[in-house]
């Protein structure tokens, strides 16, 4: 052996000595230590599939509530759907009618002097469909109706509406007749004066309602016409109303019926704020078979409105064919008015003032002096423009032996 080699087998078997002494400290373990140790090793392994079963049966417990979930939310989107399309397509009856109402209440101050609730009007419609409609207007007067009592309940219109185009109707039932400016607009809030004017109640009776079949629509743009055939006056033939045209309005109740009548009506449009209107009536006999009396009726009015400035004017004649209204000077009736006005803005509403001459007579026939003149000055204040305060004075020039009635007038009237 070299002598360097021999040198360095005392470090190497140091070096071995090191390495074998941990060996020797680290025993195996014996079959019984495995034994323990494999069966700890089963304990965990047990602990940890129970976990792994109980997480996975949360994870489907979670996924059949989502799944639930998702169905009801699927549910309730169809079922509001169906409900979204139920209303477009079949609203309810109550999405199709329609109530409306107006009033007034009145103070006549001078010989008058009274305090009256006039009218209360109540409106009922109702759309079958987007073409066929019903219109109705019933209405209580001067406060208490019945018997002793001054008042009256009265319908005004009960009538259906058919759609035969675009530009055309026909109505039939109880209706107003096409005639004059207000005898189918007269709600407080649209015309000037606490009471109508005298031209449209003593030669125009309104407010005149009949039942009949008519049509109605545009013939162009601008154009309308009316025609309507209905039911006919039955004016007394005796008395201090005789022949009278006020006083033939039958109002539909048990009326006699013998001999109607046909109204004809073109009104012009073209521009905004005009309205030129004629009408024309025929009635075959206004006394219903009892003196034989056919009568004419022609009406021509205007009614314009540029910026503040108005003007209304209207012309009414009857002309009564027979023996007996001629003697009376009642074979023809007639009047007219002109009423200009002025309505300007305040910081509250809008207020207007107005001037009206009238001139009326029943007994145009007749040589003798019976023309009724009146003078209408006052103004209408709107807080709203569908509620209206008025106040007016009236001035009367009256033939000979008749009641002039000079008065101050306030009104207060709605609509909605």
């Known amino acids: 052996m070299p002598k360097n080699h021999r040198a360095l087998l005392p470090s190497v078997g140091l070096a071995l000595a090191t390495l074998a002494t941990p ?48 169905e009801r939310v699927e549910a309730t989107g169809a079922m509001v759907e169906k409900v979204r399309e139920t209303r477009s397509d079949t609203p309810g009856w109550w999405q199709r009618t329609r109530v409306g109402a107006y009033g007034e209440l009145h103070y006549n101050g001078g010989k008058k002097d009274e305090i009256d609730l006039h009218r209360f009007v109540m409106f009922l419609n109702h759309d079958f469909t ?50 004059g400016i207000l005898n189918e607009t007269h709600e407080p809030t649209t015309f000037f004066g606490v009471e109508r004017n005298p031209i449209e109640t003593n030669i125009l009776p309104t407010t005149w309602w009949e039942a009949g079949a008519g049509l109605n629509g545009e013939i162009q743009e601008g154009i309308g016409y009316d025609v309507l055939f209905h039911s006919g006056l039955a004016t007394p033939t005796t008395g201090a109303n005789a022949f009278k045209i006020r006083n033939g309005r039958q109002k539909v109740s048990e009326a006699p019926a013998k001999d109607g009548a046909v109204t ?22 206004v006394t219903q078979d009892v003196s034989d009396t056919d009568a004419t009726l022609f009406e021509a ?6 910026g503040p400035w108005g003007l209304r004017a209207l012309y009414a004649r009857w002309d009564l064919n027979g023996p007996e209204p001629e003697v009376l000077g009642r074979d023809v009736q ?57 106040m007016d004075f009236q001035v009367q020039d009256s033939p000979a032996g008749q009641t002039e009635d000079d008065r101050v007038n306030l009104g207060l009237g709605y609509q909605f």
């Open 334 to 390: 007639q009047g007219w008015y002109i009423e200009p006005s002025y309505r300007f803005r305040m910081r509250i509403g809008e207020v207007g003032i107005f001037a009206r001459y009238n001139e009326w007579d029943n007994n145009a026939g007749s040589s003798l002096d019976t023309k009724f003149q009146q003078i209408d000055v006052g103004l209408n204040y709107w807080p709203h423009e569908n509620v209206v305060i008025k």
């Open 130 to 179: 987007d073409r066929i409609r019903f219109f109705s207007e019933m209405e209580i007067e001067h406060g208490v109706a019945g018997e002793g009592q001054n008042g009256e309940v009265e319908l005004e219109q009960a009538y259906l509406q058919f759609d035969l185009s675009d530009r055309h109707r026909a109505n039939l039932g109880l209706q107003l007749i096409p005639v």
């Open 23 to 70: 060996t020797l400290a680290q025993e195996p373990p014996s079959q019984k230590e495995m034994w323990q140790i494999l069966q700890e090793q089963r304990e965990q392994i047990r602990v940890l599939q129970e976990r792994l079963d109980q997480t996975t049966r949360k994870v489907e417990t979670t996924e059949k509530k989502i799944e639930a979930t998702e």
């Open 301 to 306: 009015h205007t009614n314009l409105r540029q």
């Open 264 to 285: 004809g009506r073109l009104r012009w449009t073209g521009l905004p704020g005009v309205e030129i209107g004629v009408t024309g009536q025929y009635q075959m006999d």
